[in-house]
């Protein structure tokens, strides 16, 4: 099927009229096991009657509708629904705090809320008072309790009653005809990881151009299987949902992000989005095992390791064809080692999977390639509407790299090193915020990314996040994701916070992969008491100390971890330390633990 890239309010419908009874969504229903699906037919049938329930509750052109949901069949019906009568979506990440979606309610003047299931419902209705705009929640879980005291909200299936029999279609029709490209899709507020969210105003055109821009670089057909595993609220998500959509492929809506990986060995995707976290735990799991594995096993796999690297990376990804000896014995490991990793993933007819949101460690890219498996490593923004650049299946790449720009795309490098884009996918500015809209662009109209790069052979790389850029008391410059994304492979280490602000050396908050510790003790005869008195534990300091050492002995002296401290519990969003995207607020961090901070400083 070619691509059908039409305005939003019409996507659906218009690849229904080609596909028609083919399989469109796969899913669960809440709280089951059993996976469903939902033909092209019936997707566009339920958009329709989302379209049709909106008119008959006086949803207005460009109205403003907030989605407060994890992935569901319901979340997708409810967008294409809106954008069919001219409204804009409003996503929230499902874990968003009463404070946030307060904020973004009242910023937004927000009269109808959709909702996920209970938890979401009850954070909703915690704020339903204080938000003057505020008139109904509408439930996609059928099993949501509503309070007593409400009479206001009600059930998706009845909802979509309202719909039925599409009374106002003929408006629907009407209101599709005079859509423009000018008008606003969505609002993305931003996570922030520091003070209030900023409202991205993307647009249909936006939409538009990144569809037929990513289109002519990201090779997804109707044949492929996509597992959408990050949050819908996320533009990466959300623009590869589209896009995949524009070329008929099956989407398999996973709705619980802890289920990730058993929804893919039950449902056998051939592509998904994700962040590099991701595949970093599928690096310390595999390793994990190879590790626990006897020494005959543990030298093939090696040896595979090093026929795969030589193969796809020192002879493919510079666009070398491989020597025959060499190819006809990655074919032979391909079938055998490779294949028995992919098939414990899920991914036996893996095809490729994009991959941005933060740093790729070189390690992981090589091993992610060197199995078998095509990680195409991005680059991009909310701003942006996701893609700036990309690795292209088939063409030269390198490890380190965020791609070649995509169609479209200016980039320019400032005097200081910042990534500066103009285009067709970049945003107009940040809702009822024309201050931050004005500081956010050059004179010459350029975006300002606040990420430094440069500019290689056609290819872009990061350096780091300027904002983001550290200063010891001795004058050097770090850049803590950088550090972070390098000890990250640590099969010991969970999630990391580089200290090092006005500080004389680099140190570390580690919240270590507990279960793998607890497991070194034992097998170490380390008696401990709890957590905290394990985390406190000479001899399990001085482990994970070589451990470091060895992973950032490529780091100069002072960008070198030199003290940590292991945390006994998390990063938490409900504490403010994370932010929707699980992203670390350093400045947070700083102010909850500013005792053990100050204390890795004592004496220094």
Sequence with gaps: MKQVNTHLSRLVHDVAAQL????????????????????????????????????????????NLGVFSQNTVQYLFTDFGAWGIRAVTIPFYATSSEQQIQFMIHDARIRFLFVGEQAQYDKAWRVFATCQSLERIIAFDPAVVFAPADTTSMHFT?????????????????????????????????????????????????????????????????????????????????????????????????????????????????????????????????????????AVKRRLFEHALKVGYRHNIEYLSRGKRPPMALRMEYEMLNKTVFSLVRRELGLENAHFFPTA?????????????????????????????????????????????????????????????????????????????????????????????????????????????????????????IAPQMIESKLLVDKYIDQIAIIADERKFVSALIIPEYRLLEQYAREHNISYNDRRDLCQNAEVHQMLMERIDTLQQQLAQYEQVKRFTLLPQPFSLERGELTNTLKIKRRVLNENYRKEIDLMYKEA
């Design 20 to 63: 028609g009874n083919r399989e469109a969504l796969i899913y669960k229903d809440f709280g089951s096991k059993e996976w469903k699906s939902y033909s092209w037919n019936d997707f566009s049938r339920r958009v329709k009657l989302v379209s049709n329930a909106l008119l008959n509750l006086g949803v207005g052109v460009q109205e």
């Design 357 to 477: 949101g933060a740093a790729v460690n070189p390690k992981v890219e090589e091993f992610v390639h060197s199995i078998g498996i095509n990680m195409v490593v991005g680059y991009g923004l909310t701003e942006s509407l996701a893609t700036v650049s990309c690795n292209h299946l088939g063409e030269p790449w390198t490890v380190g790299s965020v791609g070649v720009p995509i169609e479209g795309i200016s980039i320019r490098i400032s005097d200081d090193g910042e990534v500066l884009l103009k285009g067709p996918t970049i945003t107009s500015g940040y809702y009822n915020r024309a201050d931050l809209t004005q500081q956010a662009f050059t004179a010459d109209g350029y975006f300002r990314t606040g990420d430094a790069g440069y500019l290689k052979n056609g290819e872009l790389f990061l350096t780091e996040r300027i904002k983001d850029l550290f200063k010891t008391s001795n004058g050097k410059y």
């Design 158 to 294: 009845d909802f979509l009653k309202l719909g039925e029999g599409l009374p106002r279609q003929s408006e629907v029709d009407n209101l599709m005809a005079q859509a423009t490209m000018d008008d606003t899709a969505n609002i993305l507020y931003t996570s922030g990881t520091t003070g209030d969210s900023k409202g991205v105003v993307l647009s249909c055109g936006q939409y538009h151009a990144a569809m037929e821009a990513n289109h002519k670089c990201v090779p997804v057909t109707s044949d492929d299987r996509v597992l959408n595993f990050l949050p819908f609220t996320h533009i990466f998500e959300k623009g590869w949902k589209i896009l995949c959509i524009t070329v008929g492929a099956r989407l398999i809506v996973n709705t619980n992000p802890m289920e990730v990986q058993q929804s893919m060995r039950e449902t056998h995707p051939t592509c998904m989005s994700a962040v590099p976290r991701f595949w970093e735990k599928v690096y310390m799991g595999v390793n994990e095992k190879i590790e626990s594995s006897g």
